[in-house]
């Protein structure tokens, strides 16, 4: 029997590497948009508290058992930014949207600062309905540092200014089957199919 699970989100590349995490227990991604679910609002500071408003919000809507991802950049720094802002950095200073101006607007931030450690992060959320008590929370980290100019023609995203401690390539230029074994999206779903097995059973 393949479950289902109602992904809040409508990026189509963040579902595809999902997708593919969770191909270990069959799991079958539904993205929100199929099913006429309005985005959530993502009013919270921290990548786990907007993960579960859209989480318990898909399942609201749908009656569906539903997972959210709530990800981003976080920059020593800068204090922790563009964080839970990372989609909208470039918007919110005024400079554009979408990934290549976020990209310009955090490396004109950065373009005097030596320390250029980051990370990514990633919270999955997943809960059984709208009103679970006891929702599944996953958190991956991934080591970086702020390049000084793009790298790669790959991910999307900070994916071609940043580069991960140890490497010699933007996250841009590393295959998906890389991505899909060291990145913070790939360290939490692996959390996260411990909890499904472990918690509800799904294997």
């Not at 000084?148 to 490497?167: C, H, M, N, R």
Request: hydrophobic share 45%; with cysteine; glycine share 8%.
């Amino acid at each position: 029997m393949t479950r289902r699970l109602v992904l809040a989100s409508n990026n189509a590349k963040k579902l595809v590497e999902l997708q593919d995490l969770l191909q270990p227990l069959g799991i079958a991604l539904i993205p929100q948009g199929t099913l006429d679910i309005p985005e959530a609002e993502e009013p919270h500071l921290t990548f786990v508290e907007n993960a579960l408003a859209k989480a318990r919000h898909a399942a609201q809507v749908s009656g569906l058992p539903a997972l959210a991802d709530d990800s981003g950049l976080s920059v020593d720094a800068l204090g922790g930014l563009p964080g839970v802002r990372s989609a909208r950095f470039a918007r919110d200073a005024g400079a554009g949207q979408g990934d290549a101006a976020n990209n310009a607007e955090l490396l004109r931030r950065m373009a005097a600062i030596e320390n250029r450690h980051a990370r990514f992060v990633c919270a999955l959320v997943a809960v059984r309905s709208a009103n679970d008590p006891e929702p599944l929370v996953a958190l991956g980290r991934w080591p970086l540092v702020v390049l000084k100019a793009p790298q790669g023609e790959g991910g999307f995203g900070y994916d071609p200014i940043v580069q991960p401690l140890g490497s010699d390539r933007s996250v841009a230029a590393w295959s998906a089957q890389e991505k899909q074994a060291h990145s913070h999206r790939a360290q939490a779903m692996s959390v996260l199919l411990s909890q499904l097995r472990g918690t509800w059973g799904w294997d």
